[in-house]
């Protein structure tokens, strides 16, 4: 009995943690609950639960007691198919850390102010093939690390996408999906304004728009430029005509009566931090309307900026001075002309040389390189081509070193090889328990000095530590 209990307690699901609920598996910290015709969520949950799975069951409400004691490892929730109508301001509020919640394919009709505020960890969250109509202006409000916000087939006519600006409710949003709702209008240019990686990963297909050349020409360049969002859905980015029935291609609008769209043109200039510069707008029509400028923040320019640094020309040009880091971005120029309306887009990038100086002309790799092969030069000539400073006797004429020398005779070698036979070794103050060493350096512990030998074997000659054998091996290299 005693090692069942040991057991128990060492076990996930042991009765010391809770027990797996009924109708429900269990697998480590996950706990799924799909199809097991729950109409209320099981009680008590695992305190380490980490995914809970209660999809396709009868969970009409979710009540802010269904999870009533805090569960601070939960961060996956999928409560998909079940029919769930309501939903507490304060259901998440024992759950914060969760970071993917599945709402999809309910009846969801209206989502409340605050409704997801007690969600700061959330990445993900699923609200698609619901019936929400109304979008409070504070639902997402603490959502400061949404990701992915998927809202689409439900009965949306209008978002507010003024929270999507940059640097305000949802500043890390990076897909906003609205495909299949009741939007009749978009502002193009709050859509300009927005984010590049949430422009790009905007999706509004399905939708009965009214037909718009600013909106054709948004969606044009997002052709061109590729994006999925605009490629992989053309057939079904359609609008409605003035005064017609059907629904049109968008991308089909160029040229195409009544509105007679042009497509956009783009530019690209480059600054640096306090230069003044003059974006032009130059169309190609004649007798043109009316013409404005659109900045990066979505802001309508009419005459000049806040401080004077933005100011609009008499010929339609848009001038700025002291250019700073935030006015980078892509600026628009809307020109209605008697035939056709034309889009310029401005994209203004402003270099920053207080990180990167302009007379900074070497980078971090080439000086590294140049101060690498600097030193490999130093080395070899620190090996091979410092002075000897041995003396040489010209007073005995040494006899031609024998063909059969081995390489530690080597004209390399920094110290002369001693000679046997008749005559005296070269250098004879060289004592016989030290050395000069290679490059002048002392040796303590050079070869002894060899006796004169009398035969045919006189001439054999006595390794020397100095030789070509040890060079390498004597002097470090430091590269």
Excluded at 194 to 209: E, Q, S, V
Excluded at 383 to 403: F, W
Excluded at 423 to 428: A, N
Excluded at 432 to 448: C, I, Y
Aim: glycine share 8%; proline share 7%.
């Amino acid at each position: 009995p005693s090692l069942l209990l040991a057991l128990s307690l060492l076990l996930p699901w042991g009765s010391a943690a809770g027990s797996c609920p009924q109708r429900c598996v269990c697998a480590s910290n996950l706990l799924s609950c799909s199809q097991a015709n729950l109409s209320t969520v099981p009680t008590p949950l695992p305190r380490f639960t980490a995914v809970l799975d209660l999809s396709h069951n009868n969970v009409t409400r979710l009540r802010a007691d269904w999870a009533p004691a805090r569960l601070p490892h939960l961060h996956a929730l999928l409560l998909s198919h079940n029919g769930l109508a309501f939903v507490s301001t304060e259901a998440f509020a024992n759950v914060p850390r969760l970071r993917h919640l599945d709402l999809s394919s309910n009846r969801l009709r209206t989502l409340d102010e605050n409704l997801f505020s007690d969600l700061g960890e959330l990445e993900v969250l699923l609200l698609y093939n619901n019936e929400i109509s109304t979008v409070d202006r504070t639902a997402f409000e603490n959502l400061g690390r949404l990701r992915k916000l998927y809202l689409g087939q439900n009965r949306i006519a209008r978002f507010p996408l003024e929270l999507l600006r940059e640097g305000t409710r949802l500043p890390q949003l990076a897909l906003l999906d609205l495909s299949a709702n009741r939007l009749r209008a978009v502002p193009a240019g709050e859509l300009q304004a927005l984010p590049a990686w949430l422009r790009d990963r905007l999706y509004l297909h399905n939708n009965p728009l009214g037909c718009d050349c600013l909106l054709f020409q948004l969606l044009d360049r997002g052709r061109r430029r590729h994006l999925s969002a605009v490629e992989d859905f053309q057939d079904e980015l359609r609008c409605f005509m003035p005064g017609a029935t059907a629904l049109v291609k968008i991308l089909e609008l160029a040229g195409k009566p009544p509105l007679n769209c042009s497509k956009a043109r783009e530019a690209v200039l480059e600054a640096h931090l306090g230069d003044s510069v003059t974006l032009g707008c130059d169309s190609r029509w004649q007798g043109v309307r009316s013409r404005h400028w659109v900045t990066p923040g979505g802001e309508r320019v009419l005459g000049d900026g806040g401080n004077g640094s933005v100011v609009l020309l008499a010929n339609g040009s848009l001038q700025l001075r002291a250019l700073r880091p935030e006015d980078a971005g892509t600026y628009s120029c809307w020109v209605a002309g008697p035939l056709l309306n034309e889009t310029l887009y401005v994209e203004l990038l402003v270099h920053n040389f207080t990180l990167h100086g302009p007379h900074d002309t070497l980078n971090t790799a080439y000086t590294t390189l140049v101060g690498c092969i600097l030193s490999v030069v130093l080395v070899l000539i620190y090996l091979y081509l410092t002075p000897c400073r041995c003396c040489c006797c010209r007073g005995t004429e040494k006899p031609p070193a024998p063909r059969d020398d081995s390489i530690n005779s080597s004209v390399l070698s920094a110290t002369p090889n001693h000679a046997g036979g008749t005559g005296e070794p070269c250098g004879s103050h060289v004592a016989s328990g030290a050395g000069t060493g290679q490059n002048g350096r002392f040796k303590g512990g050079g070869s002894p000095p060899v006796a004169a030998r009398q035969g045919p074997k006189a001439q054999r000659k006595v390794s020397d530590p100095d030789s070509v054998s040890s060079v390498f091996s004597d002097t470090p290299i430091v590269v």
